[in-house]
């Protein structure tokens, strides 16, 4: 909890985040963390952007060996989130976060932002888990489920999808009536640049989406806060 409490408050001191890895690390100690307890101190480190190798892969550890049958949809969320964050690839530890996603009654306790990010973990570390996408877009299709995306879901699902090289026409189209129905019009810069690269790298030209991802780009106060990386982004996708 002080970890959380120090990365939620963006609270950088490094001296108490290797105190605390240290104690974590101490002979024993990681056998009485449970599931919850993983997640929020990989989500802490990672939040605060700190590498500390040994401390990753003793939570890691500690998951599959000990506690990986408890993790909740927000615990796999947070976990994937903090490991991809940090460039992290552990084979296993993505593989079992996987699996236990799959796992009865997990999926469905998926919310949008946890659904989001731990695709996005997926696409970033690139890893190609078919199952586990399967039923990420599943879940998202859900009835009535899209209608919790927010602007940024909407973003990082679509980047992640392309980004994996993942065709799911049902998944596109229900994202992009989605930004044209509910929350086109807290698209950020990010978001549309995005959004707008995820459906030209998978080659879906959805005209009505496209115009109005260009009509909020020239809205007030947007253009001017693209950077260099999302103007490039979204000039190549309308090209």
Request: one cysteine or more; charged letters at 15%; proline letters at 0%.
């Given at each position: ?76 969320s947070n976990t994937a989130w903090a490991y991809a964050t940090l460039g992290i690839r552990n084979e296993a530890l993505i593989a079992g976060l ?12 998926f919310n949008s932002q946890a659904l989001s990010n731990t695709a996005w973990a997926f696409a970033k570390l690139g890893i190609q888990n078919d199952a586990l996408m399967t039923g990420l877009a599943t879940r998202t299709l859900q009835k009535g489920f899209l209608s ?92």
């Amino acid at each position: 909890n002080t970890a959380w409490a120090f990365a939620k408050l963006g609270i950088q001191n490094d001296a108490l985040m290797t105190g605390l890895a240290t104690r974590t690390l101490q002979k024993g100690f990681l056998s009485s963390f449970d599931a919850r307890d993983v997640a929020i101190t990989a989500w802490a480190f990672a939040k605060l952007g700190i590498q500390n190798q040994a401390l990753m892969l003793g939570l890691a550890d500690r998951t599959l060996q000990g506690c990986l049958s408890k993790f909740s949809a927000q615990a796999i969320s947070n976990t994937a989130w903090a490991y991809a964050t940090l460039g992290i690839r552990n084979e296993a530890l993505i593989a079992g976060l996987a699996e236990r996603t799959l796992q009865e009654g997990i999926l469905s306790s998926f919310n949008s932002q946890a659904l989001s990010n731990t695709a996005w973990a997926f696409a970033k570390l690139g890893i190609q888990n078919d199952a586990l996408m399967t039923g990420l877009a599943t879940r998202t299709l859900q009835k009535g489920f899209l209608s919790s995306f927010d602007a940024r879901d909407v973003a990082i699902t679509a980047w992640a999808f392309a980004k994996l090289g993942i065709q799911n026409q049902a998944l596109m189209l229900g994202l992009a009536d989605r930004t044209l129905q509910g929350c086109l019009s807290k698209f950020s810069a990010q978001a549309i640049s995005n959004t707008a690269w995820a459906y030209a790298t998978l080659g879906i030209r959805n005209e009505a989406l496209i115009a109005g991802l260009a009509e909020r780009t020239l809205q007030e106060g947007i253009l001017s806060s693209f950077n260099s990386q999302a103007l490039s982004n979204t000039a190549w996708a309308f090209a």
